[in-house]
């Protein structure tokens, strides 16, 4: 026990594919008590949103705070997919700017980004990825150390993400994905497995309501009450370690479930996330807000918490001078370092003001991008969304939507695929799924669950204008490359 541990240190946790699927979010059937009690005495953001629904590109606009259309991330980082970011991204990165902030840096379970140089943190953790309690134990030792610096603890889980085959067991022909469940209803150690009956599970409205939807839903909601288990017990070692009060808490995830309608589309089901904060220095807590606000922020608000943003600059107090870091270490100047604009400041904003005052608002519009995920599922969408409307351009829309291959093999896919292409997939059908129109818009305050494509409407065309002209003002303002397929397709 050091009651003299630095102050100020961050826990920030992310997992992997989940939708806000908690209790704290009013889903009766979600068994997750330990985020629930942090989100109690906390603020729960109803209004949190990923930028991209891929997971290396959603990951680098989070340890970054830009766009993955600017940071050069468009996709996936690993096999020969071979996305990364732009090297002088390291002036703004999460992990250099807490650490030049002060902090002791470190990480355990996904990375998923790159180049390493520019996402370091000083140590890293190996731990089950599968295994949320696991990775806390492992971590123990880090969150712990008695040293002077505050830590900043980068907690990735793996789960709720599809893996580790399908439920054998099961009575259906197309079985469910464990979803990084033991098979037979065996049990990861440490962990006391909560199973959900497929009778119990919430079907969301974009997907359809089967018993192959169900089954895998069953899983899914299994390997989220697994990560629950995991942040109880790093709650624990900051308790017992007397770091609880000193210890800002964030848990998010990289984007939606793993369902077609989910991840890798911009719909809410892919968009939208859970964003559970505690700030122990806030006399104000047990609070919800309705602000929007977007992974782009997250990187200024730790530096905020941290004391290293400048709020007027947008940017660390401390930059790096990244031309003479890159001129020391050898890389050529005639490499492209940053896509031929330096990057200056911040596209998100810090919402920590916004902690201890519920009622205020952040963002008046939410600007989402999506281009890759997989290197062959090239199809651009570009998203311009506020409490009112909101605005899917698909830049592709010529092209059949393409499928990541775990979603694809999704039971829940192939049972409505295997029925033809007007068969009912939540509130479309398969064929209408993959083939999309140019534009979409919903009356996303009237109509959130996105039903009706209002774009065709003829007493919507002042509104479908309008909204044109803010995506465009948005892809401006966040130096979008794609901006020239308004004159060019």
């Known amino acids: 026990m050091d009651v003299n541990a630095a102050e100020r240190n961050v826990l920030f946790i992310i997992t992997d594919d989940e939708s806000p699927t908690l209790g704290c979010y009013g889903d009766s059937c979600a068994v997750t008590p330990a985020i629930d009690a942090v989100a109690a005495d906390g603020v729960v953001f109803q209004n949190a949103f990923a930028t991209t629904a891929s997971c290396s590109a959603s990951r680098s606009v989070v340890m970054s705070g830009i766009h993955n259309h600017r940071n050069g991330q468009f996709g996936h980082q ?7 970011s732009f090297q002088d991204v390291i002036g703004l990165s999460l992990p250099r700017v807490m650490q030049r902030a002060g902090y002791r840096t470190g990480h355990i379970g996904k990375y998923h980004v790159a180049p390493e140089e520019i996402y370091h943190f000083e140590t890293y953790l190996k731990g089950n990825g599968r295994n949320a309690v696991e990775m806390a ?17 980068y907690f990735a889980t793996s789960d709720p993400h599809r893996g580790g085959g399908v439920d054998k067991t099961s009575d259906l022909d197309l079985k469910p994905n464990l979803f990084g469940n033991r098979p037979r209803r065996s049990s990861h150690d440490g962990i006391d497995e909560v199973f959900f009956d497929p009778a119990d599970v919430i079907v969301p409205p974009f997907l359809p309501d089967t018993p192959e939807t169900r089954s895998e839903l069953a899983q899914y909601y299994q390997s989220c009450s697994r990560i629950d288990q995991g942040v109880a017990r790093l709650v624990q070692i900051l308790k017992d370690a007397e770091l609880y009060d000193k210890t800002l808490i964030v848990f998010t995830s990289d984007h939606g479930m793993a369902f077609a309608g989910g991840k890798t589309t911009v719909y809410e089901g892919g968009l939208r996330v859970p964003m559970v904060v505690r700030d122990p220095y806030q006399s104000e807590r047990g609070t919800e807000s309705e602000a929007l606000i977007s992974h782009i922020d997250i990187t200024p608000t730790l530096l905020d918490f941290a004391g290293g943003l400048d709020r007027e600059t947008n940017a660390p107090k401390e930059m790096l001078d990244v031309k003479k870091y890159w001129k020391e270490r050898g890389v050529s100047p005639m490499d492209n370092l940053n ?130 002209r803010k995506l465009k003002a948005a892809q401006e303002r966040y130096d979008d490359p794609w901006i020239m397929k308004w004159e060019y397709e």
């Open 339 to 468: 896509g031929g604009k330096p990057f200056a400041r911040y596209h998100g904003r810090s919402w920590l003001n916004i902690l201890g005052d519920p009622s205020r608002s952040h963002h008046d519009e939410i600007f989402a991008s999506h281009t890759f995920h997989e290197i062959q599922m090239y199809y651009p969408m570009r998203v311009i969304r506020d409490d009112q409307y909101k605005l899917i351009w698909n830049i592709a829309h010529p092209l059949p939507y393409p499928f990541a291959s775990d979603l694809w093999a999704a039971s829940s896919w192939q049972a409505q695929l295997a029925k033809g292409p007007d068969a009912p997939y939540g509130n479309t059908t398969v064929d209408g799924y993959v083939q999309r129109p140019e534009f979409e818009l919903f009356d996303i305050d009237a109509d959130p669950d996105e039903t009706t494509n209002l774009a065709d409407s003829s007493g919507h065309q002042e509104v479908l204008k309008k909204y044109q």
């Open 137 to 153: 134990e492992k971590s123990r030792a880090f969150l712990t150390q008695n040293d002077d610096r505050p830590f900043f603890l």
């Open 78 to 84: 690993h096999h020969y997919h071979k996305f990364a």
